[in-house]
């Protein structure tokens, strides 16, 4: 369960003298300065707020440009100075790209410095320079990056041993979930005193308004089923499993459907759509590629129940949207999800799609009145998930431990 003190506690950290905040993050942030209304880290990861509250925040992130001699691109968008500096995911293309980001947090002469992701060289290169200048460095980790098997997770484990002595050396280590912060592996490998758990933070749909209107709520009717899907398509995403309970529930409701919103140009979707052929299952799932924006909260208004099954989840974005957007969740207990749905989703073991159709099923044939008080209590506990609230926990401690 989340820390409920966290959310009630509206009190705004003193301000002070505005900071110059660089956040630094490898790959591409997917921003895009000509629509607005796009869904992206920046937002979930507090730089928008940050920038609310008086404070110049920069991000320096990697743009996949391939192109020899391509110039950082710089601009401003939703109140953030974002440069993209051409990158990519070869090795020889990223280790030209360090002496890059060094000479830019050079120029920029910031006050604090915040990398996000351990598994790149931007936190190992961040933590150096801020030691060096005697700057405050802050990491976010965001993912597990160790879950697997075999050989996977050894090299993983060997990865995170050889960083080992960098990562103690950051001013403090947020992580997006409990459960991230309680792994094992990093309990093993760093600074109890050095942890902070900080949730990711959403920006508000510009069709939520702040009162929840019980009218809105969503009836769920047989036939026609519709489902939703949001988000990578992958193993760990758990899609599959939705895949094989819709083969099973198509009987008893023949006009079920499935609506997947990501990337399906990619390996795992291939396979997806293998699977599907399958189990026969093509005329009740449409892919409709990534969406984003207000095509992608009309499609929250259309379907009646939103499905989660990810095998490992660090935190679970797209389940506190489904909350705002006041349509039924159905979610998987995988990585982080327990906690970050607060006991306001119908939950169902992670892996096991037999029992994601139990849970699908258990939601059909749910009082509709007691649906109406579910949502609505996941409504305003979704309103606690505020970008505001993470930029005032940063400004926080970025305020505490300057030197």
């Not at 799609?353 to 109406?372: G, R």
């Not at 579910?374 to 998930?385: G, Q």
């Amino acid at each position: 369960m989340l820390d409920q003190q966290e959310f009630q506690n509206k009190s705004s950290p003193t301000i002070g003298k505005p900071l110059h905040i660089v956040h630094g993050y490898a790959n591409n942030m997917y921003i895009e300065e000509e629509n607005p209304n796009i869904e992206c880290f920046a937002n979930r990861w507090g730089l928008v707020g940050t920038a609310k509250l008086g404070h110049k925040v920069t991000l320096l992130c990697g743009s996949m440009e391939k192109k020899k001699g391509k110039k950082p691109k710089e601009y401003s968008w939703n109140g953030i100075n974002i440069i993209e500096m051409p990158t990519s995911l070869d090795i020889t293309t990223s280790t030209r790209w360090i002496p890059k980001f060094q000479k830019k947090l050079k120029e920029l002469n910031p006050d604090i410095i915040h990398a996000h992701h351990y598994a790149s060289f931007i936190p190992e290169r961040a933590v150096l320079f801020g030691k060096k200048h005697k700057i405050p460095t802050f990491l976010t980790i965001h993912s597990t990056f160790l879950e697997g098997k075999g050989i996977k997770k050894i090299l993983g484990i060997l990865f995170l041993t050889l960083m080992q002595p960098f990562l103690n050396k950051f001013t403090k280590i947020f992580f997006i979930s409990n459960y991230l912060n309680n792994k094992s592996y990093f309990s093993l490998f760093l600074k109890k005193q050095n942890k902070i758990v900080a949730y990711n933070k959403l920006q508000i749909p510009p069709n939520i308004k702040n009162s929840f209107n019980v009218k809105s709520s969503k009836k769920i009717t047989k036939n026609p089923l519709t489902l939703l899907y949001i988000g990578r398509i992958s193993k760990e995403k758990g899609v599959d499993l939705i895949v094989k309970a819709i083969e099973k529930l198509k009987i008893r409701y023949p006009k079920i459907h499935l609506h997947i919103l990501g990337p399906d140009n990619t390996r795992p979707a291939q396979k997806i759509k293998k699977l599907i052929i399958k189990t026969k299952t093509k005329n009740n799932i449409t892919f409709h590629g990534k969406i984003t924006g207000d095509k992608k909260w009309k499609f929250f208004k259309s379907c009646q129940m939103q499905i989660v099954a990810s095998r490992d989840e660090g935190f679970g974005n797209v389940v506190i949207e489904g909350f705002f957007e006041k349509i039924p969740v159905i979610s998987s207990t995988g990585g982080a999800l327990k906690e970050t749905t607060g006991g306001h989703a119908t939950l169902f073991e992670s892996g096991n799609y037999q029992n994601l159709i139990k849970a699908i099923e258990s939601q059909i044939k749910e009082d509709p009145k007691i649906t109406k008080t579910k949502i609505e209590a996941a409504y305003h506990y979704a309103l606690t998930f505020t970008e505001n609230k993470l930029a005032k926990k940063y400004i926080k401690e970025y305020t505490k431990n300057q030197i």
